[in-house]
C-alpha cells in the first residue's frame, strides 16, 4: 500500500469512528464494535496461541514474511508476543513468572561476566537506577526509575509511583551490549549497524500494593524490590529520589506490557501495547475530549473526574512526599486518550476489538493462574511501511496505531488525534536513529539506525534520571540532569 493510500485512511478513518461513536468523549463500550477485515483472525488462530507458551518455543517473527502485510498480521504478532512473554516458567523459590521476567535487563549489560545475557529466574528490583556516574562509588543499575521516560512521574491513587522495568531477550541483549555508548560500542559502529530478526524488549509497568490491598480485579501480582524515597535541597529547588542502597520488598501488579520486536522486513520493531483492562476510561480514537467524564471509578481514575483535569503531572514542590508513609501527593487521574492508539488502517479498530475477544477468550479457557492474563488487552501495534526504516524516520513515518500510548507509560505524552501526522506522538516519536543527538547532554553523538534503542545510554547521563525535581519559585525546574523531549521533525 502506498503512503498515499495511508495517508487517506488516515482521515478518513476519524470520521467513520466518530460516527460509530455517535459523539465525542463517549466510553469505549458505547457504540458498536467496527467491523474487523474478512478473515481477522483466520480460523484457528486463537487455538495457535496454544504454541507460544511452551518452553522452547521460538519468539514469533514471521507475521510480516510477506508484503504486502495485512493491518491485521500486525496486531496478532502483539498477541503472539505478549503470550509468548507472559507464559508462566520456573521462577525463584519453586514458583513461576512470566518468561520475560526470567530476561536479562538493564542492569545485566553493565555485568562483566560471558553469561550475563543468558534466561533465569531473576528477582525483580525496580527503580534501582544510580544517582552517581558509572564507575563511581555507590554505583548501582537496575531495572527502570521512579518516573517515566519524558521525566515525569505518574502517582497512583494509593500515593505510590508506578515503576517500570525493562527485560531483553538474548539475541537483542547480544547487540545492545555491542553498542553501549559507555564503553564507545556506539561510537565505533557504523551508522547502519541494527539489530537481529528475532531481537526483542519487553517494558512492564508496575502498581505497587499496600500491604492489605488488593490488587486490580485478575491482574498478575509478584514480590519486587522499590527504592526508599527522600526529599532533598538543591539549589533553588527540591528533588524527590531514591536513598541510595535503600529498599523494601512489596507487592506489585502488572499493569502494562510493551512488546516491541523485530520480525521479517521491519527493521525498525513492532511496537504494540498492553494494558490491564481496569486501568482507566478510554476514548474511541479521536474523540477525547476535556468536557467528558466516566461515572465508574479505575485503577488510576476516580469516579466522575473531569477529563479537563486528568493526564496532568506534577513535579516539586508542589508534588510532596511523606518520608514516613512513602506515598506522594497530589495522585493522578489517568484517561486513555485513544482506545486504539489512533489506528489509521482499513478496519483497523475492529480487528484489534476482535483479536483482545478471541484471544482473551482463548487465555480465560486456560487454568489459573496462567488465565489470569485473560484480563489484559492489546491497545494497538505501530510500525512502518516495510524496509523503510532509515536515518530520517521517526514518528511521521508511523503505520497502524499512529497515535499509540499506554496509560501507565506514556500518560503524559498522549495526543488526542490522528489527522495531522506531523503532531502525531508514537513511539517513533522518541525511539529513532536521532534519539541521542537531538539532547542537551553533551557530547551530541551522531545519529544512528540502532539509536532507537534506550537502553544503550544505561549508565550514563543520556539515561533518564532517576528522580523528579522542580524549582522552588519561578516556572522552570530546577533539574539539568533530564534529556528534553525531542521535537518533532
Not at 1 to 27: F, H, N
Not at 134 to 147: D, K, P
Not at 335 to 363: D, R, S
Amino acid at each position: 500500500m502506498k503512503s498515499s493510500e495511508y495517508r487517506r485512511y488516515a482521515v478518513l478513518l476519524p470520521m467513520l469512528i466518530a460516527t460509530a461513536g455517535g459523539g465525542v468523549a463517549r466510553a469505549a463500550d458505547s457504540y458498536s464494535t467496527p467491523a474487523p477485515a474478512p478473515d481477522c483472525p483466520s480460523l484457528g488462530w486463537s487455538e495457535g496461541l496454544a504454541n507460544y507458551l511452551k518452553t522452547d518455543y521460538p519468539f514469533p517473527t514471521s507475521d510480516t514474511a510477506n508484503v504486502p502485510t495485512p493491518d491485521c498480521n500486525f496486531h496478532e504478532w502483539s498477541w503472539e508476543a505478549f503470550v509468548w512473554a507472559t507464559a508462566l516458567v520456573p521462577g525463584p523459590d519453586g514458583t513461576t513468572v512470566p518468561r520475560f521476567m526470567t530476561l536479562p535487563t538493564e542492569e545485566d549489560l553493565l555485568l562483566p561476566n560471558n553469561d550475563a545475557g543468558t534466561v533465569h529466574p531473576r528477582p525483580l528490583k525496580l527503580a534501582a537506577r544510580s544517582l552517581v556516574p558509572h564507575g563511581s562509588n555507590g554505583f548501582t543499575e537496575g531495572a527502570g526509575a521512579i518516573v517515566e521516560a519524558d521525566g515525569k512521574m505518574l502517582v497512583a491513587k494509593n500515593g505510590y509511583p508506578v515503576y517500570a522495568s525493562v527485560h531483553l531477550n538474548p539475541s537483542y541483549f547480544a547487540t545492545a551490549q555491542k553498542n553501549l555508548i559507555i564503553n564507545g560500542g556506539y561510537t565505533s559502529q557504523p551508522a547502519a549497524s541494527t539489530f537481529s530478526v528475532g531481537a526483542a524488549v519487553f517494558k512492564a509497568t508496575w502498581l505497587r500494593l499496600d500491604a492489605n490491598e488488593k490488587p486490580p480485579a485478575g491482574a498478575y501480582t509478584t514480590k519486587a524490590e522499590v527504592p526508599v524515597l527522600e526529599t532533598v535541597t538543591i539549589p533553588g529547588g527540591v528533588t524527590i529520589k531514591p536513598v541510595a542502597g535503600k529498599f523494601v520488598t512489596v507487592t506489585v501488579a502488572l499493569v502494562g506490557l510493551h512488546v516491541v520486536g523485530y520480525t521479517e522486513n521491519h527493521p525498525e520493531f513492532l511496537w504494540g501495547t498492553f494494558e490491564h483492562a481496569g486501568n482507566s476510561p478510554e476514548s474511541p480514537d479521536n474523540t477525547f475530549s476535556t468536557s467528558g467524564s466516566s461515572p465508574k471509578s479505575y485503577t488510576f481514575y476516580k469516579a466522575n473526574t473531569s477529563y479537563a483535569h486528568v493526564n496532568k503531572a506534577s513535579k516539586p514542590p508542589h508534588l510532596k512526599l511523606n518520608a514516613a508513609t512513602q506515598k506522594l501527593t497530589p495522585v493522578n487521574n489517568v484517561v486513555l486518550e485513544n482506545q486504539t492508539g489512533g489506528e489509521n488502517q482499513p478496519n483497523g479498530v475492529g480487528n484489534i476489538l476482535t483479536l483482545n475477544t478471541q484471544a482473551q477468550g482463548f487465555l480465560k479457557g486456560l487454568k489459573t493462574p496462567q488465565a489470569t492474563f485473560a484480563t489484559y488487552k492489546l491497545i494497538g501495534t505501530v510500525w512502518m511501511l516495510p524496509n523503510t526504516y532509515n536515518l530520517q524516520s521517526d514518528q511521521t513515518s508511523a503505520v497502524g496505531s499512529v497515535n499509540l500510548a499506554n496509560a501507565t507509560a506514556e500518560t503524559f505524552v498522549q495526543y488526542p488525534t490522528n489527522t495531522s501526522m506531523s503532531k502525531v506522538q508514537n513511539c517513533f516519536l522518541c525511539h529513532n536513529p536521532t534519539s541521542y543527538s537531538f539532547q542537551k547532554v553533551p557530547p551530541k553523538l551522531p545519529d544512528r539506525l540502532i539509536a532507537l534503542s534506550h537502553v544503550l545510554s544505561v549508565g550514563t547521563p543520556y539515561a533518564v534520571p532517576n528522580q523528579i525535581s522542580g524549582a522552588v519559585t519561578g516556572p522552570k525546574a530546577i533539574d539539568e540532569t533530564r534529556v528534553p523531549e525531542p521535537e518533532a521533525k
